[in-house]
C-alpha cells in the first residue's frame, strides 16, 4: 500500500502528464478544414435589412463622433469625451451605439457571462450582424463564454459575425478545474497572460472602454455584489488608435477562431444541422426593457450622455501591444504601462489613485517613493477596496502586509470602501428604478441622488424607458470597486482597465483612455473622491501611541516581520482603519486633532471570522512570493 506522500506525488506527476498530454492536443488540419467547411455551408446568410444604411437607428452619440471627426486636422484634433460612472448610461449606450453602427462593431473584452447583461448585449451584436453590419468579437478565453454549444450557435448566427477567444487553454473554450489546475503546473507563465482590455467601438468613429466587462455585476444588476466602475466613451480622432489596437489583437497568433478550438469542432462536427440563435432568456425582462427603451429616447439619451458630454482636443487611445504576453520583458510591448508610470512620475502637486488592489510594482513602488522624498512631495490619495469590499481577498493580503510602507515611505491617504457605502446603493437604486427592487425618495436622498431620481422618473415615466467576498457581520446589498483611473494635478485623467499592479505591469495587456482636459479632470476626480468621503470608506492611519514604549517595541517587531518574506506572522499591524465619528470634519491622519475625531475599528472592520478571513492572514504572512500574478 502505498505512502501518503507517494500518493500525493503519484497525483503530482499525473496531473503533470495530464497537462502535457492536454497541451498536444491540437486539432489536424483536416479537421479544422471540415468545421470551416461545415460554419460556411450551414450560417445564416439572410439579412433583415436592405437599405444601404444597414437600418441604423439614430444616435446622437454616433452624429457627436462624426462631426468631431470631420472638423479634425492632425494639428488640432477634436474629439467628444463621456464619463460613464453611473451604470444604467454606460449599458444604454453600448446599446445605442450597437444599433446605429452602419459599417461596422468591434468588441474586445476580459469577462463575458450568459447572465442578462452577456446575453443583452451579445443578442444586440447578434442583430446588428445580420441587418448586415461586420461584427467581430474578441474575449479572454478563461473567463468568457465557456460553453461550446452556445460558440457553435454564435459561430452560424450570421455571415457578417466573427467570434475569436484569446489565449485559449489546451486549444477549447471551456476549462475544467483539472485543467486549471495543470494549466498553473505545466504552462504557469502563458496560463498567466491574459488580455485585460475593454473595447467597444462602432464604425472606426467613437469607442468605450475602461473598466467594465460583460456581466451583471459591472452594470448593477447582480442581486448580492455589485461593483463601482467607470468607463469613458470617446467620439473623434483617438477612435482610429481603438481600431489599430483591435486589429493588432484580432490579428495575433493567440486570437484563435472557433473552428480550431477542440471542443467547439468536435460538438460543431457531431451535429451538422445549423443550431438556431433563440431569443434571451432573462432573469429580469423589465429590467432588460427599461434600458432598451432608455437607449432609444431622444430625450435620455440628451440628459444623461450628451449633455455631460465635453468636447475637447487632445485625447489619446493606448494600449499595450499583444506581444507584451510573449515578451513581457520587451519595453516596446508595454506601450500603456511605460506611459502611464511616465504621467505619475512627473505629478507636480496630486496624484489621485483609484485602483481595487493595492498591489504596487517594483516600478511604481519606485515612483511613489521618489514622489515621497521630494522636498515638494505631492499628495497621494488613493481610493481601494477594504476586505469586506473586496472579491480577491488573496490578492488584498498583500496589500495588507505592506501598510506602513504606504503610508510612511509612499505618503499615500488610503481610503478603503465600505461594503455598504451610500454613494454606491444610489447608483445601483437609480439602475434598477421600476423593477423589484426599492426605489429612493426623492425627499429621503441626498441632493445629488434626488435630483437624478427625479429626471430618471420624468423621463422615463412610471412605465419606465464567479467569486465571492468574505462573509460580513453585517447585512444588506454589498459593493466593491474595480474602476481604474488616475488624475494627475487636476490636468490629466485615465480611465482604463489598468490595476497599477504587477500583473497589469507585466501579465495581462492592458487598454485605455488618457484626456487632456482640466474639465474630464474635475469630473474624474469629483468621482473618485465621492468614494472617499466619510460615508463610503474607512480611512487608514498608524494606530495611536498608547503606552508609548511598548507601541516603539511593537512596531520595531513590526518592522522586522513586514521584511520577512515569509512567517511576517506579527498580527499588531503599523495602521489600522479608522471611522469619523458624528460631529466631526473629515482630517488628515497628520492633523494632531486626529485621534480625538476618529475611532479605530480594526484591521478588517465588518468582517467575519471565517475561512477567507484565516486565509487572508495567512497569505499575508506565507504568499509574497506570489504578488506578482495575484
Known sequence: MPRPYQTHRIALFSLLAAALLLQGCTLSRAQIRRADALVAATTDRNLTCASADRCAMPSPLLDAATRALAVSTPQQPVHVVTLLDDSEPALAARINLIRAARRSIDVQTYIWDKDDTGQLILNELVQAARRGVQVRILADQLNSFNDPDLLDRL??????????????????????????AAGLLCCFIHFNQRMHNKLLLVDDSIGITGGRNYEDRYFNWDDNFDYIDRDVMVGGPAATQMAASFALFWQHKRAVPLTHLRDVNRRMLADSAAPAWPAPHYRHPLRVAQVEQAAEDPAWLRAWLVKPSLQTGSVEYFSDLPAKTDKPNKLHAREFTRHVMRMVSDAKHEVLLQTPYLVMSKQAQRIFKRLHQRPDAPRVIVSTNSLASTDAFAVYALSYKHRKRYLTKFG???????????????????????????????????????????????????????????????????????????????????????????RSDHYNTEAGVIVYDTRFAAQVRQSIMRDTQPENAWVMAPRQAVIPVLTDINQAIGDVSESLPLFDIWPFRYA??????????????????????????????DVAVSPKLIITRFIAAFGSGVTGVL
Open 412 to 502: 499615500f491617504e488610503i481610503h478603503e470602501l465600505k461594503p455598504h457605502a451610500p454613494g454606491a446603493a444610489e447608483d445601483y437604486e437609480l439602475a434598477n428604478l421600476g423593477t423589484d427592487t426599492a426605489v429612493p425618495s426623492p425627499e429621503t436622498a441626498s441632493p445629488a441622488s434626488a435630483e437624478r431620481v427625479r429626471m430618471r422618473l420624468h423621463l422615463l415615466g412610471s412605465h419606465g424607458s464567479s467569486k465571492r467576498p468574505v462573509p460580513l457581520l453585517s447585512e444588506g446589498r454589498r459593493f466593491g470597486l474595480h474602476a481604474k483611473s488616475i488624475v494627475i494635478d487636476d490636468d490629466i485623467a485615465m480611465v482604463g482597465s489598468h490595476n497599477f499592479d504587477p
Open 155 to 180: 459561430a452560424r448566427a450570421s455571415a457578417n459575425l466573427q467570434v475569436r477567444l484569446y489565449n485559449p487553454t489546451f486549444h477549447k473554450a471551456q476549462t475544467q478545474p483539472v485543467e486549471f
Open 576 to 605: 489600522t482603519d479608522y471611522e469619523l465619528k458624528p460631529g466631526c470634519q473629515p482630517l488628515l491622519a497628520s492633523n494632531p486633532g486626529f485621534y480625538s475625531c476618529y475611532q479605530p475599528v480594526g484591521d478588517f472592520p
